[in-house]
């Protein structure tokens, strides 16, 4: 599908070092100085999802493959980016294309760390980047009204359109972020083609200190406690921590380590898993002896666009869908079993695939 989270933030605050946990196609420089990240490094990251392991043991399959989300590390931001200062006008940018947002905040002590912006300050760091952000917006919206409006004279329906506007302009105006604006379809169809860039979803990383990895600490709370009434989370992490997990090629010696740090798991699997929910996504198998694999589709998609996601002909040819629902199937360990139980069942054009359906699909090429 081409989803994509864009990893921002200050300078120095752990942004290249998330990266270097998260991704496994690329790795990125990350050094002790400003801007060491200039072109976006992009990495494919797996979805980690134990219901695959668990429907390859019953298939035994040639090949498991994971659903992935891509990652975009973006140059770090620094205030004056919507004017052009530092890399402002690269990041800006490579911001636009993302479909949602994770913004790593630092929430650590640490002299030998450059920072520009003087004492640590979570909600400070954050109100930069979000008032670049929407000085930025502002300017795409305000450009936009001076074209409607010229274009209302010959266009009277685009009315509409203008109004819309208008309300961004004055939200942002306000130092608020379209994402909080409680728009229709139809009204989020007038602003579409802006890409604006705070009206995509954010998460938040927390950045903390070793020592506050479990407990976060008094800096993370203040960030916790600035956002709890917004659509988001926070993600409390030490980055240095899961980037040296996420180099280490052999899992007892991975399991050794996060034993060693009292680790259930990766923090990174509860991240990736966040921003998969805050893109509003479920994931589907098929699962045969050639391969179990998870597919990444939007919540609310009906059978025939969840088979378009494996190939556009599916989608064209849609005829019915095989359905079993994932606990059906782990309970009786078999598509045959399945089906002779009755919990395969046969679905039309208008199925809402559930979340860990495993589906097979019928089509006319």
């Given at each position: 599908?081409?989803?994509?989270?864009?990893?921002?933030?200050?300078?120095?605050?752990?942004?290249?070092?998330?990266?270097?946990?998260?991704?496994?196609?690329?790795?990125?420089?990350?050094?002790?100085?400003?801007?060491?990240?200039?072109?976006?490094?992009?990495?494919?990251?797996?979805?980690?999802?134990?219901?695959?392991?668990?429907?390859?043991?019953?298939?035994?399959?040639?090949?498991?493959?994971?659903?992935?989300?891509?990652?975009?590390?973006?140059?770090?931001?620094?205030?004056?980016?919507?004017?052009?200062?530092?890399?402002?006008?690269?990041?800006?940018?490579?911001?636009?294309?993302?479909?949602?947002?994770?913004?790593?905040?630092?929430?650590?002590?640490?002299?030998?760390?450059?920072?520009?912006?003087?004492?640590?300050?979570?909600?400070?760091?954050?109100?930069?980047?979000?008032?670049?952000?929407?000085?930025?917006?502002?300017?795409?919206?305000?450009?936009?009204?001076?074209?409607?409006?010229?274009?209302?004279?010959?266009?009277?329906?685009?009315?509409?359109?203008?109004?819309?506007?208008?309300?961004?302009?004055?939200?942002?105006?306000?130092?608020?972020?379209?994402?909080?604006?409680n728009f229709t379809k139809e009204e989020k169809y007038y602003i579409a083609d802006l890409c604006l860039l705070t009206d995509k979803p954010v998460l938040y990383v927390a950045n903390v200190d070793e020592a506050s990895m479990h407990t976060?600490?008094?800096?993370?709370?203040?960030?916790?406690?600035?956002?709890?009434?917004?659509?988001?989370?926070?993600?409390?992490?030490?980055?240095?921590?899961?980037?040296?997990?996420?180099?280490?090629?052999?899992?007892?010696?991975?399991?050794?380590?996060?034993?060693?740090?009292?680790?259930?798991?990766?923090?990174?699997?509860?991240?990736?898993?966040?921003?998969?929910?805050?893109?509003?996504?479920?994931?589907?198998?098929?699962?045969?002896?050639?391969?179990?694999?998870?597919?990444?589709?939007?919540?609310?998609?009906?059978?025939?666009?969840?088979?378009?996601?494996?190939?556009?002909?599916?989608?064209?040819?849609?005829?019915?869908?095989?359905?079993?629902?994932?606990?059906?199937?782990?309970?009786?360990?078999?598509?045959?079993?399945?089906?002779?139980?009755?919990?395969?069942?046969?679905?039309?054009?208008?199925?809402?695939?559930?979340?860990?359906?495993?589906?097979?699909?019928?089509?006319?090429?």
């Open positions: 599908m081409g989803l994509k989270a864009g990893i921002v933030g200050l300078p120095n605050v752990g942004k290249s070092t998330l990266f270097n946990a998260v991704s496994n196609s690329a790795k990125a420089q990350a050094s002790n100085y400003r801007f060491c990240t200039i072109e976006p490094n992009i990495g494919l990251v797996d979805v980690p999802d134990t219901r695959m392991q668990k429907l390859a043991e019953l298939v035994k399959p040639n090949r498991i493959v994971p659903t992935q989300i891509e990652i975009v590390d973006i140059a770090g931001l620094v205030k004056g980016a919507s004017k052009g200062e530092g890399l402002g006008n690269k990041f800006l940018a490579n911001i636009r294309e993302v479909d949602a947002i994770i913004h790593v905040i630092r929430c650590f002590e640490d002299e030998n760390v450059l920072r520009d912006e003087g004492k640590i300050n979570p909600i400070g760091d954050k109100e930069i980047i979000e008032t670049e952000l929407q000085l930025k917006d502002l300017e795409s919206v305000e450009k936009k009204i001076s074209r409607t409006e010229k274009q209302i004279k010959i266009d009277p329906k685009l009315k509409a359109d203008l109004a819309v506007l208008i309300i961004c302009k004055e939200h942002l105006q306000n130092g608020k972020n379209i994402r909080e604006l976060g600490n008094i800096y993370s709370k203040t960030l916790q406690d600035a956002i709890a009434l917004q659509d988001s989370a926070v993600i409390v992490m030490n980055n240095t921590i899961e980037a040296q997990i996420a180099e280490m090629e052999n899992q007892e010696d991975k399991e050794l380590f996060m034993d060693e740090y009292k680790m259930k798991e990766p923090a990174l699997d509860r991240l990736i898993h966040s921003t998969y929910k805050l893109l509003n996504l479920y994931t589907y198998f098929t699962a045969g002896v050639q391969e179990v694999r998870a597919w990444t589709i939007h919540i609310g998609w009906k059978a025939p666009q969840a088979a378009g996601v494996i190939h556009t002909d599916f989608e064209k040819g849609f005829i019915k869908a095989e359905v079993i629902g994932y606990n059906d199937y782990i309970e009786y360990g078999s598509e045959a079993a399945c089906r002779e139980v009755g919990k395969l069942r046969i679905e039309g054009k208008e199925y809402q695939v559930k979340d860990g359906d495993v589906m097979h699909f019928r089509f006319n090429v």
